[in-house]
Every structure is written in structure tokens, then in C-alpha cells.
């Protein structure tokens, strides 16, 4: 049943908590960062043509699945795209933000064939972020089912999240957006807007997650008061879970997930409404109790992809992050110290300056990079000869 015509009359209850807050210092502008000369590498384009691409996955062999926002998921075998999408992936809302995103090989592929898909279902008055699974039999996608659909519904189209990330114990881990205009309801737990969430293989929420006894839509909830998630991933080096999210205008945040915590939004932020309002006169998450981000940026990067470089190719990168950056038309490289700290930032650009939608670390040692937008592309980056 779609829940999301209640869900206005709840907000209401955000808006008088934030009408409470007092002012505090304005944000500051941490959205540039050096270039990395373009001397140190080389762009090799393996596939173009994509159709708005929004995630990869490496499979034991050296094929690589790639999604199309639009609905298809492509092969590419031996360094060529295969001409015809994969068969017997899930019908998805395409529309504004919506539609097939996310594609991820389980740990267990190479003996399972399973791959797990997410994806926007429903449709302009109700709709959600899903999780598809099936086997892989080399050519098509069988025994396809839905485990997992966010609650409740909403009737927006934007603000899906709709990342994953496996962890060591085999739980998958999803994000989520506040679908725009619901974002005080990141900030309750008994939904699943503007969470992260954590699930077992086959959807059940994770017995030992932090709000597991509150049951309902809390016992999926592993960290929330999140605005738009959509990038996360595991460091096995650390053993940290990172995540980045959009912001509104501004006020962008690279996050070390814990378990339970609550991450402010939409009580604290950088960032401003699109129309330049304030949305909280708070900008100091520690300072209201808050876990505070890592890193921020403002104005906004947009950032939509993440990866931990685990190559050896580019070795003074090993164990760095990687932030796709739609707005910010690079790819940021965030430097880390061995215990996860920040000490410093710096862009590659691509050619033309493309929007980039998400990076990944691979098997060959190399950076795999996806351009957004209807013609995109997979890139391939190498050290320079």
C-alpha cells in the first residue's frame, strides 16, 4: 500500500524542530582542489555510446557488466560491448533520477553466478529503490526476483541513492535518498528515507543491526539523517565503511559510516535550498551532536560515485578514495593516512570535461571511470608510458 501521502503531515514535526536551532558560522568553500597533471596517465576508451550508464561490475573471466539508467544492462566480453542488452533484468521507473542504476557481483560469484541489481519501481504516483538478484548464466539474467523494496513509497522522482556495498560478513549494504521532498523524514527511523541500510543475501534485515529490536522499518536502519547517498564502499585495508552524499546547494559530505549514528541532515548542513534559503542555521555537525563528515564540499561537486583504489598500478594511490563528480566534471582523489585520515585532495580531469558518474578500482589495477549523460562512456585509466 503507498504510504507516501502522509508522509507531508509528518514533516511537519522536522519543521518546528528546525525552527528551534540558532545561528551559527556560514560554510566555507572547499570545492577546488589541485589538477593532477595530465602528463601522469593515459585514457583508454573501451565502450561508448552508453545510454546515461550508471554502474560496472567486474566478473571472474574479465567480463564487466555495465547499467543504463534507462533500463538495459550491457556486456562487455574481450573489450567489446555486446551489441544486444542482457536479458531478464527488472522493469524500472525511468524517470527524472530514477530507473536501472546500480549492478554488483556477489563475493560468491565465481561459484553462484548471482549478481544484485538496484533499481527504481513503481511508477510517478508510487514508486521506490529495489533490489533485484539472479544468476548470470553468461548471456542472461535467470530467476530474477525482488528481495528488497524501500519503505514507504514515494510519488517524487528524484533522490534514490541506490548504491551497494558488500561487507566482510556477507550483509549488503544499501543507501537511500529522502526523495527530495520528504527530507525530514530522514531524521526518524521508522522509514527508510535518508537511511543506509543493511540487509542479509536474501533481504532479511541484519540481526545485529543497531535498531534490529525496534523492529518494523527500523530493523533495517544501519546509519540515517542522510539526504541523498550515492556512493559507499568497503575499505578492507581500514576496515571503514565510507559513503559520500549529495548536499542541496552546497554542503556536499564524505562520511565514515558507524553503525547507529546519525549523520544531521537535514538539522545541519552546509549547503542552502536551491532558491539560496537557509535550511538550518546550523553548519557544525559535532557541535549539535551530529556525526560529522570527514570532508565536505561547497559549493557542490554533486558527487555520484566512489571507489577504494586497491591497484598497484598507480602505487602512491593504494588504499586512496575516489569521488565521481557529476557537477564537479573530475574525478577527486582523496588522499588517505593509515588510519583513514584526510590529508589532502586533488582532481583529474578527463577529456572534454565530461560529468563523471562513477569510478571503480580494477582487477587489472587500473581506474575504470563512467561519463554520464546519453553517449557516455567506459574509460580505462593507466600511468603514462
Same mark, same amino acid.
Given at each position: 500500500?503507498?504510504?507516501?501521502? #502522509? ?5 511537519? !514535526? ?16 572547499? #570545492? ?21 550508464? +550508471? ?18 544492462? @550491457? ?16 522493469? #524500472? ?11 554488483? &557481483?556477489?563475493?560468491?560469484? &565465481? ?21 533485484? @538478484? ?102 578492507? @585495508? ?58 565536505? +564540499?561547497?559549493? #557542490? ?49 578527463? &577529456?572534454? @570535461? !565530461? ?12 581506474? +575504470? ?17
Amino acid at each position: 500500500m503507498t504510504q507516501h501521502a #502522509s508522509l507531508g503531515a509528518r514533516a511537519a !514535526a522536522g519543521a518546528i524542530i528546525a525552527g528551534t536551532l540558532a545561528a551559527c558560522d556560514g560554510p566555507q568553500d572547499r #570545492s577546488a582542489a589541485p589538477e593532477i597533471s595530465p602528463e601522469l596517465y593515459q585514457v583508454e576508451t573501451v565502450a561508448e555510446g552508453l545510454s546515461f550508464p +550508471w554502474d560496472l561490475t567486474f566478473l571472474p573471466g574479465g567480463d564487466i557488466l555495465v547499467t543504463e539508467r534507462d533500463g538495459a544492462l @550491457r556486456l562487455i566480453r574481450d573489450g567489446v560491448l555486446a551489441n544486444a542488452p542482457v536479458e531478464g533484468a527488472p522493469a #524500472s521507473f525511468f524517470a527524472g533520477q530514477g530507473g536501472l542504476m546500480e549492478v554488483e &557481483a556477489a563475493p560468491d560469484f &565465481a561459484a553462484t553466478r548471482i549478481v544484485y541489481l538496484t533499481y527504481s519501481a513503481g511508477d510517478a504516483a508510487a514508486n521506490t529503490t529495489a533490489v533485484f @538478484r539472479a544468476r548470470f548464466d553468461g548471456e542472461a539474467l535467470v530467476d530474477g526476483e525482488t528481495i528488497f523494496a524501500a519503505s514507504p513509497e514515494r510519488d517524487t522522482d528524484a533522490h534514490y541513492g541506490g548504491r551497494l556495498a558488500f561487507l566482510p560478513d556477507g550483509t549488503l549494504l544499501l543507501t537511500t535518498g529522502d526523495a527530495f521532498a520528504y527530507r525530514e523524514q530522514a531524521q526518524l527511523r521508522d522509514n527508510h528515507l535518508g537511511t543506509i541500510l543493511r540487509f542479509t543475501p536474501d533481504g532479511a534485515p541484519a540481526p545485529d543491526n543497531p535498531f534490529f529490536n525496534e523492529g518494523g522499518l527500523a530493523a533495517f536502519v544501519y546509519s540515517y539523517g542522510h539526504r541523498n547517498v550515492q556512493g559507499i564502499a568497503f575499505d578492507a @585495508r581500514r576496515g571503514v565503511i565510507w559513503s559520500h552524499e549529495h548536499g542541496p546547494a552546497g554542503g556536499d559530505e564524505l562520511n565514515r559510516i558507524e553503525a547507529g549514528a546519525n549523520y544531521g541532515w537535514p538539522i545541519v548542513t552546509e549547503g542552502r535550498d536551491y532558491n539560496g534559503a537557509r535550511i538550518s542555521p546550523f553548519t557544525d555537525h559535532a557541535e549539535q551532536g551530529f556525526a560529522a563528515p570527514v570532508l565536505g +564540499w561547497t559549493p #557542490s561537486i554533486a558527487p555520484a560515485g566512489l571507489a577504494v583504489y586497491d591497484g598497484d598500478l598507480f602505487a602512491d594511490w593504494t588504499g586512496d578514495l575516489f569521488v565521481a563528480a557529476l557537477a564537479g566534471q573530475a574525478l577527486h582523489h582523496i588522499d588517505l593516512d593509515a588510519d583513514g585520515a584526510v590529508i589532502g585532495e586533488n582532481r583529474l580531469f578527463l &577529456a572534454d @570535461r !565530461a560529468r563523471i558518474r562513477q569510478a571503480a578500482s580494477g582487477p587489472d589495477g587500473a581506474l +575504470w571511470v563512467l561519463t554520464d549523460g546519453d553517449g557516455g562512456t567506459l574509460l580505462r585509466i593507466t600511468p603514462a608510458q
